[in-house]
């Protein structure tokens, strides 16, 4: 999509998401005309259900994660000359008609990151409670306040695109790096609201991974910040 310009790519990780996934492409295609799924090893029809919508796809016969799907959708999204993506999830919990408000907030911002926040005061409380713990906590950790550190629905321009190209985490600590990276680099994040749905979906995090994972990621971002910022000191010698 264009926007003064601007090319614009919507990208969406699916990952054995064939109940929801058309339904979604059908909300997206009405915000944004160019559209790429990256299915991974998906074991139901995921892919076919891209090809019906007509959408570009990359689709692999095993799974990688989903940072790695997303580093694919930068690599594409920059070889075909996209100036900016916005990623969404496919199953449902990301409201696609939010796409115009991320739009609206990069052309005013041209932030290299924007994240969609939800409201936790919509959470239910047995939700809320770990959440906001979670929020206090790794805000504490990078120095930031930091609304919602979980979420996968982002405007992310070039220069980011290329940047977490180097990561090396294919998995869920991958969207976690990237905010640890922009504070590193001190480039601003921008934040627009999104409502907070919760359907039938059921994660494929696991929950254990969630709550015994969580200081480690604490200080993964931690460390990115250091290491980031002493190698910009290091280059600056
Ligand atoms: N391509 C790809 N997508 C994935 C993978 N794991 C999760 N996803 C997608 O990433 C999005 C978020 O995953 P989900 O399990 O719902 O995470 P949660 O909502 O944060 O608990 C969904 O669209 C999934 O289909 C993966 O290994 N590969
Ligand atoms: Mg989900």
Not at 66 to 89: C, N, P
Not at 132 to 158: C, E, H, K, T
Not at 173 to 196: L, Y
Request: net charge negative.
């Amino acid at each position: 999509m264009s926007m003064e310009g601007e090319k614009v790519l919507a990208l969406l990780p699916a990952y054995n998401e064939a109940a929801h996934l058309g339904g979604v492409l059908e909300g997206v295609k009405k915000q944004i005309p160019d559209i790429l799924v990256v299915d991974d090893g998906s074991k139901d029809n995921t892919a076919e259900i891209a090809r019906a919508a007509g959408v570009e796809l990359l689709s692999r016969g095993y799974n990688c994660g989903k940072g790695q799907s997303l580093k694919d959708g930068y690599s594409w999204a920059l070889e075909h000359g996209y100036d900016a993506v916005i990623m969404l999830d496919s199953d449902g919990q990301h409201d696609p008609a939010c796409i115009k408000d991320f739009l609206a907030k990069y052309h005013e911002t041209h932030a290299p990151l924007i994240i969609g926040a939800r409201d936790y005061g919509e959470i239910p409380l047995r939700r809320r409670i770990p959440n906001i713990i979670g929020r206090a906590l790794f805000s504490a950790a990078v120095g930031m306040d930091i609304p919602d550190n979980q979420s996968g629905y982002r405007m992310l321009d070039r220069k980011l695109m290329e940047r977490m190209l180097r990561s090396e985490e294919s998995r869920y600590h991958f969207e976690v790096e990237m905010i640890a990276v922009c504070i590193a680099e001190n480039w601003p994040i921008e934040w627009v609201r999104i409502p907070t749905i919760y359907a039938d979906e059921v994660s494929s995090q696991n929950p254990l991974d969630q709550i015994f994972g969580f200081p480690k990621m604490c200080l993964k971002a931690r460390r990115i910040i250091k290491e980031t910022r002493q190698e910009a000191c290091s280059r600056q010698k």
